[in-house]
């Protein structure tokens, strides 16, 4: 069985995309470095803000760049492509578009898995971005289920949106987790039992939470693997 090839559109950010590279290390079945999974990444951290283009509304269109990662990935051998970034994933049609192979479509990976695995569950808390909630990229999914859409207050949105910037600054410390969780026990109070950590700095922050967590990098990393492996079928 030939393995397939996945290619990662990344740099948003840098670390993330090292997370998610990690992951699928952790995560894949091996003996040896042969038994991994051959990953061709595009680090680039030149992509055009999506704070600026989506929350400011004054940036430069990411899409462009995205394509072109995109479609040189495809030329250097990519049998399908994932964006290592949730917000990014506003331009998903961009690189598809700009392709021939798929692309995975994490947002619709996760709100899958989301409603398969807790069809109890009538609301969903979000740890994410603003742009993911100004873009609603994962409330329309929802919303088509019956599932509600639970965001942190106001207040601890932006407090959540200061520690998606201090991870990107490199300051993973005390209180920057201490506002983490509390930023969870606000999901908690508004009558959540599980929230998607839906930020890859998130992700990559890591760390025991007090609420039950659907990590996204982490679901992606194990599709990665299904596909990659497994001969999973993905359709364009």
Known sequence: MTEKIVGILGGMGPEATVDLMQRIIRLTP????????????????KVPSR??????????????????????????GADFLVIACNTAHYYYDAVQDAVKIPV????????????SNFPEHDKVGLLASPAVAMTELYTKRFKASGIEDVWPDPDY????????????????????????????ENLIQKGTKTAIIACTELSSLGGLLPINTIDAAEIMALEIIQIAKYSKKLTR
Do not use: W
């Not at 932006?158 to 969780?181: A, C, P």
């Open 30 to 45: 091996a003996i040896d470095d042969i038994d991994h999974i051959r990953c061709i990444v595009d680090n680039n951290p």
């Open 51 to 76: 704070i600026k283009a989506i929350i400011e509304g004054d940036g430069e269109d990411p899409g462009p760049c995205m394509a072109d990662m995109g479609r040189r990935l495809e030329t250097f």
């Open 104 to 115: 995975i479509n994490l947002i619709d990976l996760v709100s899958d898995y989301f409603k």
């Open 157 to 184: 949105q932006e407090r959540l949106f200061n520690i998606i910037k201090e991870v990107k600054k490199g300051n993973t410390g005390s209180k920057v987790r201490d506002d983490y969780g509390k930023v969870c």
